[in-house]
């Protein structure tokens, strides 16, 4: 998406628009958040982030990406992790 053609259906009409999609109550800009338990209560400190987002305007497929290194140290640090699974093995062929 990024370089100018969809993934999903290989058209060339992707658009882009840097904080193109509204997130919350503060218009104009995008934060992100700690991951927060079941229950939480408390304050905590959003980090303000520029969300790109980049659409096909053939299919409608959309992508978000943060782009800016302190967003991303902010995710790395704040956000549970999620363990890579391995692929399913394929069926076996039974004679």
């Known amino acids: ?6 993934i999903k259906c290989g058209a ?17 800009r995008t934060f992100v958040r700690p991951h927060l338990d079941a229950g ?9 982030v520029d969300l790109w987002a980049f659409a096909c305007a053939t299919c409608g497929y959309l992508e978000l990406h943060l782009l800016d290194p302190p967003a991303l140290s902010f995710i790395a640090e704040r956000w549970v992790e999620v363990p890579p699974t391995p692929p399913p093995a394929p069926p076996s062929a039974t004679p």
């Open 40 to 48: 939480f209560r408390g304050i905590v400190r959003n980090q303000p």
């Open 1 to 6: 998406m990024r370089h100018g053609t969809c």
């Open 12 to 28: 060339a009409t992707v658009r882009a628009a840097k904080n193109g999609v509204e997130m919350g109550e503060r218009t104009g």
